[in-house]
C-alpha cells in the first residue's frame, strides 16, 4: 500500500500515503471528532468515475490492516469480491458470521462471473444496524474517467454518513462524448454541445454541481472529491489546481449560504489527489 495522498481543504493542503488518513481532513484538529475513530460506524457511498470500486478496495485493505470490521456492497451494480468472505444472499445471520470470522464481508447478488447486484435497499438499511462501517459502490460509469447521474442515480442509501465523488483526470483533453459516461448529461450541466473537449474548469463544475457530484448530497452527509489518475508530474500539478478552484468555489458557497440561511455549511468536506488508485 503506497502512494502520496495529496489533500486539500480549508485550512490548506495535507499529505498521507493512508486513505483513511486523507478522508479524517478538517477533523483532525479535533481528535474527539474523527470520523474514522475504530468505534465509530457509518455508510460511505462512492459516486462518479474513474476508480471508485478501487477507492473502495483500499479502504478495504486498510481497514483489514487496522482491524476494523466492514462491509463491502452496492446500491447498484460492481465487481464481485474475494470468495472467502462474499455473501450472495440477504441473509443477515450469514453476513454476522461471515464478519465474525474474517472481519470483513463482501455482499451482493451474482449476476455474473464478474458483476453483482444490490440486495433490496431496505435490507442494506437493515445491515447498518450491525455498527460497522459500510462501503457502497452507488453509481455506474462503464469504466469511463468522468459522468454525470441521470435521474435515477446515484442510489444514495438512507442514512450514508460521507460520500466520495471520484474523477478520472484522464478524460481532460477528449472530447465529452469520448471520455464520459451520460455525455448528455455532462453537456447539459457544462452548457456544452457533446463534441466539445472536457477542460480542467468542467471538472470543477462539475463536482460542485447539485445535477453532478453532488447529486442527493445532504447537509448531513460530508462530502468528499478524488481527483484519481495523476500519474504524471504535469497531471498533479493540474489536479492541484483543480483542488483549489474546488475548494475556493465550495467556500463562496458556504457564505453565500451562511447569509442566507444564517448558518455556515462548507458544500465540500476536502479534495484529495491521488495516482497510485487507478482502475483498470
Request: proline share 4%; with cysteine; glycine share 6%.
Amino acid at each position: 500500500m503506497t502512494g502520496e495522498i495529496y489533500s486539500l481543504d480549508e485550512n490548506g493542503w495535507k499529505w498521507t500515503d493512508s486513505l483513511w488518513k486523507a478522508l479524517e481532513t478538517g477533523a483532525v484538529s479535533n481528535p474527539m471528532a474523527r470520523m474514522w475513530e475504530k468505534k465509530r460506524t457509518g455508510i460511505v457511498s462512492v459516486v462518479g468515475a474513474g476508480g471508485k470500486t478501487t477507492v473502495i478496495r483500499r479502504l478495504r485493505e486498510e481497514c483489514l490492516a487496522e482491524k476494523i470490521p466492514h462491509i463491502v456492497s452496492t446500491t447498484t451494480h460492481m465487481q464481485t469480491g474475494p470468495e472467502e468472505c462474499f455473501v450472495k444472499e440477504p441473509d443477515l445471520e450469514q453476513i454476522k458470521s461471515v464478519l465474525e470470522k474474517k472481519g470483513t464481508v463482501w455482499m451482493g447478488i451474482p449476476i455474473s462471473k464478474e458483476k453483482m447486484g444490490s440486495f433490496p435497499l431496505d435490507f442494506l438499511i437493515n445491515v447498518e444496524n450491525l455498527n460497522v462501517w459500510m462501503f457502497l459502490e452507488a453509481d455506474g460509469a462503464k469504466c469511463l474517467p468522468v459522468k454525470a447521474p441521470r435521474d435515477t442515480e446515484p442510489v444514495i442509501l438512507k442514512g450514508t454518513t460521507h460520500v466520495i465523488s471520484v474523477y478520472g483526470l484522464d478524460g481532460i483533453g477528449q472530447q465529452i462524448q469520448e471520455c464520459c459516461c451520460r455525455p448528455e448529461h455532462v453537456a447539459q450541466i457544462l452548457n456544452k454541445n457533446t463534441d466539445e473537449i472536457l477542460e480542467w474548469k468542467d471538472l470543477v463544475k462539475l463536482a460542485l454541481s447539485p445535477c453532478g457530484g453532488r447529486k442527493s448530497v445532504t447537509n448531513e452527509m460530508e462530502y468528499h472529491i478524488i481527483l484519481n489518475k495523476a500519474d504524471t508530474k504535469e497531471q498533479k500539478k493540474l489536479a492541484k489546481k483543480i483542488a483549489e478552484a474546488i475548494i475556493e468555489q465550495a467556500q463562496m458557497s458556504g457564505r453565500e449560504r451562511e447569509c442566507s440561511e444564517n448558518q455556515a455549511h462548507s458544500v465540500v468536506k476536502s479534495v484529495h489527489i491521488t495516482d497510485w488508485l487507478y482502475s483498470k
